[in-house]
């Protein structure tokens, strides 16, 4: 029985180590935040990502290594990936830490991308203001998530500087938000699941509807565009593809090289969810059949909306997942909903 060990012991993490248990296979979190969510399933360490040895110890009690979080630092991947393989590879990795290379390797490829300015210093942002214009958004190249790091600017005058390096991005006038997950097996074999419609409140995500409700041609080309990233990158894993549906047609917002929040629908819509369908690519199994079968609105439990608990447990038709954090922090996500509508 083959080892999958994580990097992150997040719900993400969680969630992975679950759909593995289901297939007999054991998870080794490594995870270097003293609390990390759950308590099952897997073993953890941990430890942090400077730790040489315990990251030596990690490597050598698994048979392959994938992640849950990509801002894991680049020496302890170099000594991660000197012992067992990372899946997804390295390439993508670098490509989704840092928006800038982002954004660049997009374009690349010939997807669109709100336009953006490099912005390595505050002394810069003058310049960037200048070709970028306003309203647009300033964010940290690296390390943001749940919409972190990021300064909205609309009166260049009053533009707050993020305290890192970051890049400038135009504001895109978008109509929606939807986002494809998507696995890619290393023989190449591609599945993806249906795109989901995405509302964000205060730059996290709250909830994911699907079916999205766009046309079949809008639908289409983000699976295409979603195929072509990971088809380029030779991914093997899950991909989440973030898009704007805007008059000039889909812009790529970001990608994640893991199980995505938008995709945990597919628990409760598929046969085979993005987490099975995740490890499946990782450990080499054929991918699993991510045909939707229902309709269903994932919503996010975040800070105290889980004070709601006695309710939504009553609710019919709504499967519930707790992530076993601690406190309800505001802005943590606690744990999710999905409500099957058909
Ligand atoms: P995540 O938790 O998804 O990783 P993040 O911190 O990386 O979030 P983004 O996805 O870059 O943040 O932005 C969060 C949200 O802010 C987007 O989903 C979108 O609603 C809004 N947003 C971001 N960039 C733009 C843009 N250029 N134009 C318009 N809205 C934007
Ligand atoms: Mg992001
Ligand atoms: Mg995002």
């Not at 290379?101 to 810069?124: C, H, Q, S, W």
């Not at 229902?294 to 975040?302: F, G, P, S, T, V």
């Not at 019919?316 to 409500?339: D, F, I, T």
Request: charged letters at 20%; glycine letters at 10%.
């Amino acid at each position: 029985n083959r080892v999958i060990g994580i990097l992150g012991g997040g719900q993400l993490g969680r969630m992975l180590s679950v759909a593995a248990s289901r297939l007999g296979l054991r998870c080794h979190i490594y995870e270097p935040d003293a609390a990390p969510a759950g308590d099952v399933a897997y073993r953890l360490t941990n430890a942090s990502y400077e730790d040489r040895a315990a990251l030596r110890a990690f490597a050598e009690s698994v048979d392959v290594i994938t992640y849950e979080f990509e801002n894991v630092p680049t020496s302890a991947l170099d000594l991660l990936e000197s012992i067992r393989p990372i899946s997804p590879n390295r390439r993508a990795l670098a490509v989704s830490q840092d928006r800038l290379e982002e954004k660049t390797f997009l374009n690349g490829i010939g997807l669109a991308t709100a336009p953006f300015a490099d912005v390595p210093d505050e002394r810069d942002l003058p310049a960037a203001l200048a070709q970028i214009g306003t309203p647009s958004i300033l964010k940290t190249r690296r390390m943001g998530y749940d919409g972190k790091g990021q300064v909205r600017i609309t009166d260049p005058a009053q533009a707050e500087w993020t305290g890192a390096p970051s890049v400038l991005e135009g504001y895109v006038e978008f109509s929606a938000e939807i986002s494809v997950i998507i696995a890619r097996a290393a023989d190449g074999q591609i599945a993806a699941f249906d795109p989901g419609l995405n509302v964000h409140q205060g730059g996290i995500l709250r909830s994911t509807t699907v079916p999205c409700g766009l046309s079949g041609k809008i639908t289409t080309d983000a699976v295409l565009i979603a195929a072509k990233i990971v088809n380029e990158l030779d991914y093997v894993g899950v991909m989440g593809v973030e898009l704007f549906v805007a008059p000039e047609g889909l812009i790529v917002n970001e990608i994640a090289p893991r199980v995505h929040n938008s995709g945990h629908w597919t628990q409760a819509g598929c046969a085979v969810d993005q987490f099975e369908q995740h490890i499946r690519a990782v450990v080499g199994l054929p991918l699993g059949d991510g045909r939707r079968h229902a309709d269903i609105q994932m919503e996010n439990l975040i800070g105290n909306d889980i004070d709601r608990l006695p309710e939504l447990l009553a609710e019919p038709g709504v499967q519930l997942h707790l992530y076993g954090k601690g406190e309800a922090r505001p802005g943590r996500k606690m744990g999710h909903l999905n409500r099957i509508r058909s």
